[in-house]
């Protein structure tokens, strides 16, 4: 079975901190994507990428951005967490149908 | 540019009773189309996807799903619910299969059940 796994499943960052939100999957997708869920809202996108070192803006980049130095890895980075970036976000690979997700994130930015 | 319609945020059904969530979509290519099922502070697991062929697609857990292009609509059913299947289900579209262009999804219908 596909794993992607999500570095933390719950975390508290204040105010203007830098946060590091990492994604690891292990069956070789080339696709990969941050997506930000909220009660209303539904998922959002944030970034993607589809190769290393490849990343592409979605609906909603401002304010992150992402890294992908390793096939396996997509990070992604909160300049300088703000109130209103508390979410939930889930990660997500695929290959060529469909997309298998990581468990989330839960993130309170206080 | 495309995107999704659930209709329903809320769906409370008996348990045993039979299921329809709801789910029309905007794409100006030939659709990919996908359910998922979200349970509580979990990810999202996918349930069914339909990419061409014959209209009616099952999926795991008893769910199938019907793609009818002459009304935009891709919805999920089952014809007889359990108490595990309380969740939060959400319809996406994507390009290619969900690949590089990612899944733009519904904004998810919350499914409850009663005894």
């Known amino acids: 079975d596909v794993k992607v796994t999500q570095s933390s499943r719950y975390l508290v960052k204040r105010t203007g901190e830098k946060v590091f939100l990492e994604c690891v999957q292990d069956?070789?997708?080339?696709?990969m994507f941050w997506y930000r869920q909220d009660p209303g809202l539904g998922l959002r996108l944030i970034y993607f990428?589809?190769?290393?070192?490849?990343?592409e803006k979605g609906d909603i980049p401002e304010g992150y951005s992402v890294s992908r130095e390793k096939k396996e890895r997509f990070s992604l980075i909160l300049e300088s967490a703000s109130t209103n970036q508390t979410s939930m976000y889930l990660c997500?690979?695929?290959?060529?149908?469909?997309?298998?997700f990581g468990q989330g994130t839960r993130l309170t930015v206080v | 540019a495309q995107s999704v319609t659930q209709p329903d945020i809320h769906i409370t059904v008996s348990e045993g009773a039979s299921l329809e969530l709801r789910c029309n979509y905007s794409?100006?290519?030939?659709?990919?189309l996908f359910w998922y099922v979200q349970s509580p502070g979990q990810g999202l697991q996918l349930l069914l996807k339909?990419?061409?062929?014959?209209?009616l697609v099952q999926g795991i857990k008893g769910f199938e799903a019907e793609f009818k292009r002459s009304q935009s609509s891709f919805n999920l059913r089952k014809p007889s619910v359990h108490w595990s299947d309380a969740a939060e289900y959400f319809c996406?579209?994507?390009?290619?299969?969900?690949?590089?262009?990612?899944?733009?999804f519904g904004k998810g219908t919350h499914l409850i059940i009663q005894p």
């Open positions: 990428s589809y190769d290393v070192k490849m990343k």
């Open positions: 069956m070789d997708h080339e696709n």
């Open positions: 997500a690979s695929s290959k060529t149908w469909g997309a298998f």
């Open positions: 794409y100006g290519a030939t659709p990919y």
């Open positions: 996406a579209v994507g390009a290619r299969g969900g690949g590089a262009d990612g899944l733009t």
């Open positions: 339909y990419f061409s062929g014959d209209t």
